[in-house]
């Protein structure tokens, strides 16, 4: 088939879905939307919708889907999070963070001297976490879908078995791959067509080794990855390339239903993730601290505005390095004490308005998750809504993969603290709570978010960015709730990053002013510029018109809301 034959054929599916679509521009629709990181799985998770799907069979179909088309991170060998509010309000989370596998120890990546070996909790097999995405959707699903899984799972299938159009991202990822020293084998063929060349733009991707192992989920459940044959070859490739995962630790997985963090702000409730994700806890102290605030004194983006946000994040990143890590090896984590009012009020009363804080470098803060998370928001007319995050950590995650299997594992091992009571300026960190165990779940700063409004679903919003994806989310919400802002106004505004340790700010270029950032330094931040931070997927409902309206972030180009 022509190239220009293909680019007609993908448009004729996406009209013929009876749906809009946006490219990275707000869009509206009446009976539901979607928004994910590629406008053909968004489209897929409208069909859904059409068929009589509700915002979780969506949800799942748009995530499969996207462990075709997105393959940098959208998975089946990772994992990650979702948020579920019903028609009625009632909110709950599914936890399908990677676990460590059983073999696992603390010093697993360290020399016989003591030391890290460098990089190996990154770039190797033993990197490879048990990966949750399988059954963590099968739990959703199975719990809160109404669609037959075969049915949901189908179009993930239909996409891998009979190609859809390379995308320009995907050709510069093939580029890159091709010509990089030292990448893995599979990688190197991954974006191969049967003549064996790179994969052109247009030109049909067809992924036939994950079309077989999509099918065996589909007809199997996940008994069809966990156990089985799809099972003996994740083992026979750890075997080979020196992975620790085995067929106990596949068996034994499960995902795990948790009661969501829950925060309020002026009226609207906010649903979000638990701990493992860092997020939650997070987000609900920063809008805490927020409402403390006199925002008619501040105008945004004014120095001062930015001080006082750059300020609250200082103080939750410091206690989430504190305290945050796995809870089932974790009990007594302060969730309450930190998302509570009185707690945030005495945070609030030690910020000098005037002046930066200094922060504390007895301890040592950082995110865990790499910039390559991606990140869905679904509604449907019903009145359900979906938020999901999921991630392979690294672009790509260890870049290792089996070619009869076809898809990518994880790295996510490396988001644990790898060496023991070892906390150095350089973002390594070895506090007791994220140390590594058999079976735990490493800490993640994923923040899928659901904001209610008299008690139904009003804002979904959630985002990649790795080490920014907490403050991403908060300053999204904030924009909306705070200063009314339409929601792609609100995701493409600017955003600003701290940490607590580096003592930074971190800014999109071009989006601050320069004399803003003078009045900043002369309060005593340190600032440091990059170009975009997040790829945030937005969407509200406005339940006087009864009209959502969807929006995902310009940085992302083959993005889209898709509504009906």
């Known amino acids: 088939m022509s190239n220009s034959k293909t680019i007609v054929l993908f448009i004729l599916t996406i009209c013929f879905l009876g749906a809009t679509a946006s490219l990275n521009a707000q869009t509206y629709a009446k009976n539901g939307m979607v928004v994910s990181s590629d406008r053909g799985s968004s489209a897929v998770g409208v069909s859904m919708l059409k068929k009589g799907g509700n915002a979780v069979d969506a949800a799942v179909a748009t995530a499969f889907s996207l462990a075709v088309t997105h393959p940098s991170a959208g998975n089946i060998g990772g994992g990650g999070f979702m948020v579920f509010m019903n028609a009625e309000g009632k909110t709950t989370t599914i936890d399908f963070r990677e ?19 460098e990089d190996s909790n990154h770039m190797s097999a033993k990197a490879i976490g048990v990966p949750g995405t399988v059954a963590g959707l099968y739990l959703a699903h199975s719990k809160y879908g109404k669609l037959p899984w075969k049915t949901v799972i189908q179009p993930a ?7 859809f159009p390379f995308n320009w991202s995907l050709y510069h990822d093939a580029q890159y791959f091709s010509k990089t020293e030292g990448v893995n084998t599979f990688m190197k063929t991954y974006f191969n067509n049967k003549n064996a060349a790179i994969m052109q733009p247009n030109e049909l991707w067809k ?15 996940p008994d069809g990855f966990y156990k089985g044959k799809t099972a003996q070859k994740i083992v026979d490739f750890m075997r080979k390339n020196g992975g620790i995962i085995t067929k106990k630790d596949l068996a034994k997985y499960e995902a795990i239903e948790r009661e969501p963090i829950k925060g309020s702000y ?12 860092s997020g939650g806890v997070a987000l609900v102290e920063m809008m805490n601290l927020m409402e403390l605030a006199d925002f008619k004194s501040l105008e945004f983006n ?25 809870p089932d090896f974790n009990p007594n984590i302060p969730v309450t004490k930190l998302t509570a009012k009185d707690f945030a009020k005495k945070r609030f009363q030690e910020i000098n308005m005037a002046k930066a804080s200094p922060s504390d470098s007895a301890l040592y803060g950082r995110l865990y998750d790499s910039d390559n998370t991606t990140h869905l928001s679904v509604m449907d007319k019903e009145g359900n809504a979906v938020s999901l995050t999921y991630t392979l ?8 993969g089996a070619k009869e299997l076809g898809f990518i594992f994880n790295n996510e091992m490396g988001d644990f603290n790898p060496q023991p009571g070892s906390t150095k300026n350089n973002g390594q960190i070895g506090t007791a709570p994220n140390l590594i165990a058999p079976e735990k779940r490493m800490l993640s700063s994923m923040t899928p978010t659901i904001v209610s409004k008299n008690g139904k679903p009003y804002l979904v919003i959630g985002s990649p960015g790795g080490r920014t994806i907490i403050n991403t989310v908060f300053q999204t919400t904030l924009n909306v709730l705070e200063f009314n802002m339409r929601i792609d106004k609100a995701i493409e505004a600017l955003k600003i990053h701290h940490q607590w340790l580096p003592n ?10 320069p004399d803003t950032r003078k009045i900043l330094e002369s309060m005593g931040h340190t600032l440091k510029e990059r170009n975009n931070m997040g790829a945030l997927m937005g969407i509200t409902y406005d339940a006087e018109k009864k009209i959502f309206t969807g929006a995902s972030d310009s940085s992302q180009p083959d993005s889209g809301a898709v509504g009906y």
């Open 157 to 163: 299938i239909d996409q891998a078995q009979n190609g």
């Open 393 to 400: 950590e690294y672009s790509y995650g260890s870049q290792m």
């Open 207 to 221: 992924q036939l080794a994950l079309a077989q192992t999509l099918t065996l989920i589909r007809d199997q459940g």
């Open 266 to 277: 002026k009226g609207y409730d906010i649903y979000t993730m638990p701990p493992p994700s």
């Open 504 to 513: 930074q700010i971190v800014y999109e270029k071009n989006l601050l002013s």
């Open 302 to 326: 004014s120095a001062a505005h930015l001080h006082l946000v750059a300020e609250a994040m200082r103080r939750a990143f410091a206690d989430r390095a504190e305290h945050l890590g796995d």
């Open 99 to 117: 676990k460590a596998p059983l073999a696992a120890t603390n010093t697993m990546y360290l020399d016989a001297d003591g030391q890290l070996i």
